[in-house]
């Protein structure tokens, strides 16, 4: 008996040995992973874009800098929740909702690692990757500040330890946007600094900033978005003399912060040029206060289009108004003007009211939507077709009108990001399609305010017959679904997430669960989410296997934000980039 008691004596204190060995060892791994999150192997690019001799270059000595003195205390933009607001609209439902929305994000970033590490993007059927901006890993730079957002520190860590050795050098293509590797890779890195401060992550945007502005290398200084490597690397870009105007007015964020990270003023004065163009012809075109869709570069920034929108080709030129007067602590009231007076002309002549049938007992909902609009300066048509990309419109006119007193246009944002999520509700997958047509209000016959020209009209059977029998088979009021896909886009949820947030309305919050619950049905793979062809379907929706990057860096981070409380990322500490990506505000001191 004795002998078997040492035995179990000798057995347990080698059983105590091993556990604290591998605790011992499990807390050096554990502290070694640290070492190695920490220790990048930086790779730098492999072509010196900052010392690149220039063709057309710009004296220091008249660069344009950034606004000198302490940013101005901008107001209030997010709603000041009381505590029985929070405990109310952030208890255990929505903390649930939250987490499934980042259930969907780790589905669609394991799909991702596991198939496509390094590309741009996965395809979420046959789990293949597939470069389509240039091979840099797009799907993973424009997703990290969402890992971080997320709480997907692991994830995180390993996108930037590949981030590191990215070279910009070697692309899959002879060419890029610069508008889309601005907002996607520039934004992407830019946020995920600013949300991390790591160091590396800094670094690699300055070197990307250094290749995008060889594309403003250019005769007039204006930017060439058809960014031919060779061509910029040897000073022989050209602008284009049909160039949305988007491309041209959606670089000012990025460039911008990227001289308050850096100091270096030569982004921000390439930017400020646009901003000067922009001053000179909003007046000038055939619809004063807004610029045509798209815009002659090569001659001045010559404006002879006739179609205005906030939508396609045009969104984000508009919406970088109001954040630039953010970013910049107020600092440059030319963006206040700009912002003003393209809104006032929007709401006149861009926005209308649907015709809606009478849905009693249920009161008709008080809704806009933002069309397209033919000009050639005298006569001024609407065109009804609602874009998807528009929908983005709602959180635009919140902000600015938070930012610049401007409620009426709080008003107006709610009006348009609820017309976007009743057009959610209106088609049989809960989902809207990416381009359709609907009859709106008749216009009002008075040269009185512009708000007569948004007021609600009685709903009239025959004026929705005389579009044909197609008709029939369209929730009312749709005339024509001119695109029937979804594409993953964010735009609705945007708005939606931005009026919460700026009116604590707790009922958005049911409303952006019901979207959420309707894109996942529709667009869920067995491994990841993808773009559908028709919301029109009942039942089994088909897939085009894509997965674009900005589900994971902007859909899932807005239904994620909605969900979370107020605090993170709030709207008077960060604002975002047109890819979601938010950017830090600079403070008064």
Not at 210 to 229: E, K, R, V
Not at 234 to 262: C, D, I, N, P, Y
Not at 314 to 319: F, N
Not at 368 to 387: A, D, Y
Request: aromatic share 10%; hydrophobic share 35%; with cysteine.
């Amino acid at each position: 008996m004795l002998t078997a008691y040492r035995r179990f004596q000798r057995l347990t204190l080698v059983a105590a040995l091993f556990l604290a060995a591998y605790f011992i060892l499990s807390q050096t791994n554990f502290a070694s992973r640290n070492i190695e999150w920490r220790n990048w192997k930086y790779t730098p690019t492999s072509f010196d874009w900052r010392n690149r001799p220039q063709s057309h270059p710009v004296d220091e000595s008249t660069m344009t800098r950034l606004p000198e003195g302490k940013p101005r205390q901008l107001p209030t933009i997010q709603h000041i929740f009381s505590h029985d607001e929070l405990t109310e609209a952030h208890n255990k439902t929505q903390r649930e909702r939250r987490d499934a929305v980042r259930t969907a994000a780790r589905r669609s970033w394991r799909t991702y690692r596991n198939h496509a590490w390094g590309r741009d993007e996965v395809a979420p059927q046959q789990l293949v990757g597939k470069d389509t901006f240039s091979g840099w890993g797009a799907t993973l730079v424009d997703a990290l500040d969402t890992l971080s957002i997320m709480g997907m520190e692991e994830d995180f860590r390993d996108a930037v330890r590949h981030v590191a050795s990215i070279d910009w050098n070697n692309a899959t293509s002879g060419q890029c946007s610069l508008f889309e590797t601005n907002i996607r890779y520039l934004g992407g890195l830019l946020s995920a600094y600013d949300l991390s401060q790591e160091r590396v992550l800094l670094d690699k945007a300055i070197e990307l900033g250094d290749m995008l502005h060889a594309g403003f290398d250019t005769p007039n200084h204006m930017p060439a978005n058809s960014f031919h490597f060779k061509s910029a690397k040897e000073g022989k870009l050209g602008v284009s003399r049909h160039e949305s105007s988007a491309a041209a007015g959606s670089l000012s964020l990025e460039f911008t912060r990227l001289s308050q990270l850096t100091g270096d003023p030569k982004y921000y004065h390439a930017i400020d040029g646009v901003k000067k163009a922009l001053e000179r012809t909003q007046n000038k075109t055939s619809l004063p206060g807004m610029w045509p869709v798209f815009v002659d570069l090569r001659n001045d920034f010559f404006t002879p289009g006739t179609s205005f929108s906030l939508g396609a080709s045009a969104d984000s030129a508009y919406e970088y108004l109001s954040k630039m007067h953010a970013l910049l602590g107020g600092l440059d009231p030319a963006y206040e003007r700009l912002h003003t007076r393209a809104m006032a002309t929007a709401q006149k002549h861009v926005l209308f009211r649907p015709m809606l049938p009478d849905f009693s007992p249920t009161p008709t909902p008080d809704i806009l939507f933002s069309g397209t609009v033919l000009s050639n300066g005298n006569i001024v048509e609407l065109r009804p077709e609602v874009q998807h990309l528009g929908c983005f419109a709602g959180g635009m006119f919140a902000l600015g009108g938070r930012l610049f007193g401007r409620e009426d246009h709080v008003r107006i944002g709610e009006q348009l990001a609820r017309g976007c999520a009743w057009a959610y509700d209106s088609f049989p997958t809960g989902i809207m399609p990416e381009v359709s047509a609907i009859i709106p209000c008749e216009e009002v016959e008075s040269e009185e305010e512009e708000e007569d020209n948004l007021a609600p009209c009685a709903w009239n059977e025959t004026r929705w017959r005389e579009h044909g029998e197609r008709v029939v088979h369209l929730p009312k009021p749709f005339s024509a679904v001119l695109d029937p896909r979804y594409m993953l886009r964010p735009e609705a949820i945007e708005s939606v997430f931005v009026l919460y947030r700026v009116t604590g309305q707790a009922d958005l919050l049911d409303t952006a669960w019901r979207m959420f619950e309707s894109i996942t049905r529709g667009t869920r793979t067995r491994f990841a989410h993808s773009a559908i062809t028709d919301v029109l379907t009942t039942g089994y929706t088909t897939k085009t296997d894509e997965m674009e990057s900005f589900w994971l860096a902007e859909t899932l981070k807005y239904f994620y934000l909605v969900f979370s409380e107020p605090e993170l990322i709030s709207l008077d500490d960060y604002v975002f980039n047109t890819e979601a990506h938010p950017l830090r505000l600079p403070k008064p001191v």
